[in-house]
């Protein structure tokens, strides 16, 4: 059974960095892409960032591109998003998934391209 946990949330001020991390068991890690997507109250779950199974190809919503850095370390099962810069709009749930593929671009940012989601880890940022 495909099991995914994060972790790494918290609350932090405007212009703050987090580390989520989210860890794997029960799959082979490293022949699957993973993503981090993020829902926001009341609004629909989004796609934030995606890697391949190498970490060779990375992928990023416009909205976070340029502040977030998606990284794994296939060693350890682990997927990590680091936050950088901060928004109040960034306030959300996160979430990781593993993808069907091992690449990522088909079926980006479909829901219905991942499984295995985790519990999330909610993230706030205060103004």
């Known amino acids: 059974q495909v099991q995914v946990v994060e972790s790494g949330g918290g609350l932090v001020q405007a212009g703050g960095s987090l580390r989520l991390s989210c860890t794997a068991s029960?799959?082979?890690?490293?022949?699957?892409?993973m993503g981090w997507f993020r829902q926001a109250p009341g609004k629909e779950r989004e796609g934030v960032s995606c890697?391949?199974?190498?970490?060779?190809?990375?992928y990023y919503a416009d909205s976070v591109k340029g502040r977030f850095t998606i990284s794994r370390d296939n060693a350890k099962n682990t997927l990590y998003l680091q936050m950088n810069s901060l928004k109040p709009e960034d306030t959300a749930m996160y979430y990781c998934?593993?993808?069907?593929?091992?690449?990522?671009?088909?079926?980006?940012?479909?829901?219905?391209?991942?499984?295995?989601w985790g519990q999330g880890t909610q993230v706030t940022v205060s103004s």
């Open positions: 998934a593993v993808k069907f593929s091992a690449y990522c671009r088909v079926g980006l940012w479909e829901r219905s391209f991942y499984n295995a």
């Open positions: 029960g799959l082979t890690f490293d022949d699957y892409a």
């Open positions: 890697i391949s199974w190498s970490g060779g190809s990375t």
